[in-house]
């Protein structure tokens, strides 16, 4: 099996790469980051968000009749802020990434997918969740690229292939780690939220739950990928605090915030 891989050069795509390589598998990795040289892995420098840059490598793809078996989209970016507040360029960069970028991807190189081939696109529980203040840009993302998943699972299904959508939760990875920093730095910034985002930043790390290993939502992803009849939705490290809130009517859900937050 031939799998090209988003965002593998770090966290769950580094790992996932991994894994398919060591199970004997080939791996074609593209990042925006330079990967750190592996056997049985093929790394390609572009970002996702560049639709030149991507058609130049399914180009080469094409050029050396190289075919596909899977398609993983995995490269998102996260970044906490207030939708009145928030810098207008960081705000599209993360939905270029988050959702342009998985579909960049799936266009440049869905002409190399074969007839049978499938796609695996990684969003987050948040995705299907209530988004919580200051979260609010990255859940809007992941929901977006959540409906993308679906519609573009409908279309490939009249041809016979298969779209799987991977919600992970928190992970052990830079990403996570970066979101606590960007909540600091929030608090930091706000003239609006000053209270809020500081209190906020105490109910992250509560309701962030504890991170897994990147390599369980590796092996995940690698079973879809060879599953005889795979889910078209898998969860992995579902958070309760943010399920049972997601549950809740909105009013109800925005009073019980302002309590904690004001």
Known sequence: MRVLISGGSSGVGRALCEHLANTGHEVISVDVAPFAPARGIESYTADVTSEGALSDIARDLTERDITLDAIVSLAGIHTMTSFVEGDSAEMRRVMDVNLMGAMLLVKCFYPRLAPRGRVVIVTSEVASLSPMPFNGLYSVSKAALDTYADALGKELALL???????????????????????????????????????????????????????????????????????????????????????????????????????
């Open 160 to 262: 016979g292939q298969r779209v799987i959508t991977v919600r992970p939760g928190a992970i052990a990875t830079p990403l996570a780690e970066g979101s606590l920093r960007s909540t600091e730095r929030l608090a930091e910034a706000t003239v609006l939220y000053r209270g809020a985002s500081s209190r906020f930043l105490t109910l992250t790390r509560r309701f962030m739950g504890k991170p897994i290993a990147p390599g369980r939502v590796a092996a995940l992803i690698a079973r879809t990928l060879t599953a005889k009849r795979p889910r078209a939705v898998y969860s992995i490290n579902r958070n309760l605090g943010l399920s049972l809130m997601g549950i809740l009517p909105q009013s109800l859900s925005r009073f019980i915030l302002r309590k904690l937050l004001k």
